[in-house]
């Protein structure tokens, strides 16, 4: 449940909120670039290997795009 989440210690949930978000943004950066690793590490501000390093860390591949 939603709620239940928000009882949970700050640390805790800035995780789970991580976890739950990061992915979402690096496939929006990732649909931006067409699948373009590079062209999307550009639109989050990351250098290439950052942002290989956060793809794989949250189960993102650019063949999804």
């Known amino acids: 449940e939603t ?18 978000q990061i992915p979402i943004y690096l496939r929006h950066q990732l649909k931006r670039a067409n699948g373009n690793i590079s062209k999307a590490a550009e639109f989050a501000g990351q250098q290439r290997p950052n942002f290989r390093r956060l793809m794989k860390k949250y189960g993102v591949t650019s063949d999804e795009f």
């Open 3 to 20: 709620d239940a989440v928000l009882d949970i210690p700050y640390t805790d949930f800035k995780e789970t909120v991580l976890q739950q």
